[in-house]
């Protein structure tokens, strides 16, 4: 999410991705001139995210301002 001061809410349409489940999200996030240093060397680091929701086939979930984030689907074994 690129906006300064809002967050956003991402809703991606999965329907095809029938046995597809959130697995993860990581979120990197800070004040825009952060920055790793050798001094600081985790000030921006992967931090988990939360609230990704799927139902109906339809993955939602609100992106914090300034974040970049990645959300990861894993396939749902065959229940037979």
């Known amino acids: ?4 001061h809002e967050s ?3 809703c991606s349409d999965l329907r095809q991705f029938k046995d597809y489940r959130p697995a993860s999200h ?3 996030t800070g004040e825009l001139r ?4 050798e001094n ?3 000030c921006i680091k992967p931090e988990a995210g ?6 109906q086939g339809r993955l ?3 992106l914090p301002p300034r974040s970049w984030n ?3 689907l894993k396939k749902e074994k065959d229940k037979r």
């Open 8 to 10: 956003v809410e991402l």
């Open 70 to 72: 990645v959300i990861t």
């Open 40 to 42: 600081n060397p985790l």
């Open 34 to 37: 952060d920055a790793n240093t």
């Open 60 to 62: 939602s979930v609100i």
């Open 26 to 28: 990581s979120v990197l």
């Open 50 to 55: 939360e609230g990704a929701k799927l139902s």
């Open 1 to 4: 999410n690129k906006d300064l």
